[in-house]
């Protein structure tokens, strides 16, 4: 495949109304999905011919591209790697350095999500019903945790000694105690909690179908806020003490006051962005539909 990189067709610098700026658009040609830092460098899947995507954030450019297991999605670099979920029912783990595989892990159906904690990786089973703990030194899933019937978990993250985990099908997410690894639920007040993001104490819900986003104080175990994104919001992610929120359907970022919970900013995007995360000091965002990754300048 002929790796290509493609800066903003429109001029560098494009700032939108709330003060952000778009500083580059990256092409990656299918679909990218999921986007994560490692230092100095970004790293993207991209599903429909499954790769994994270096970009150089000092140049804006693909500068490798390697083969993973089928659709792969979500990301993350933790305990010097990068791990990728693929829903192919394998998590494949990477060296940053070299871009070689290091292990494929067999795990349950349609994994969605995950995250690192307690020295382990934590990943989601949707159609699986499930979450299961990888452990980062044998490469082995050592526990795996079973949800009640027809919950799908999605979203993953951890916050205040738990992890948390959020539902496709439903109007509450749940906290698993990584000790006991027994199940609590906790209504998010929207509907299709899906997706997680975490920081400190505050656990930040995606409620997909009604298009807004709850926050859940994790001490308290409860909602003390809910704001109105866009259409469809998804992977969520806290980036600079902000909140920045994909709304795939409705080709819009959403931008959350991380202290005041209001939105701040909506950037006009690509079609389908899909994923946020946070490297170099700036916010990058997959266009799953629009074969773009995008780097945004917090303004």
């Excluded at 999500?113 to 934590?122: E, H, K, R, S, V």
Aim: charged share 15%.
């Amino acid at each position: 495949m002929r790796l290509v990189s493609l800066l903003a067709t429109l001029p560098l610098a494009v700032t939108a109304a709330g003060g952000s700026t778009v500083v580059a658009k990256v092409a990656v040609p299918g679909t990218p999905c999921g986007v994560a830092g490692s230092p100095g460098a970004v790293w993207v899947t991209e599903a429909s011919n499954a790769r994994l995507v270096k970009i150089d954030p000092g140049t804006n450019a693909v500068v490798k591209s390697v083969p993973t297991d089928r659709t792969p999605c979500e990301l993350k670099y933790a305990s010097g790697s990068i791990w990728v979920v693929t829903q192919s029912g394998r998590v494949d783990r990477f060296n940053p350095a070299t871009a070689a595989k290091i292990a494929s892990i067999p795990v349950g159906r349609t994994t969605y999500d995950l995250t690192y904690a307690l020295g382990a990786i934590w990943v989601t089973n949707r159609n699986g019903g499930s979450v299961q703990r990888i452990s980062v030194r044998t490469n082995r899933v050592v526990k795996t945790v079973r949800f009640p019937l027809g919950v799908a978990p999605a979203g993953i993250g951890y916050a205040a000694g738990g992890i948390w985990v959020g539902d496709d099908h439903g109007t509450s997410v749940f906290r698993l105690d990584p000790r006991t690894y027994r199940l609590a639920r906790v209504r998010s007040g929207g509907q299709g909690s899906s997706w997680i993001a975490t920081s400190g104490n505050d656990v930040w819900v995606s409620n997909t179908t009604d298009g807004t986003v709850t926050r859940i104080d994790a001490v308290r175990r409860r909602a003390v806020s809910t704001v109105q994104v866009g259409i469809s919001p998804v992977n969520l992610d806290v980036i600079g003490g902000d909140v920045w929120v994909p709304n795939d359907l409705g080709n819009t970022i959403s931008r959350i006051d991380g202290t005041t919970g209001k939105v701040v900013e909506t950037i006009q995007t690509g079609e389908d962005p899909a994923v946020v995360a946070g490297a170099e000091g700036d916010v990058w965002a997959s266009m799953f539909q629009g074969a773009q990754v995008w780097r945004i300048h917090p303004g």
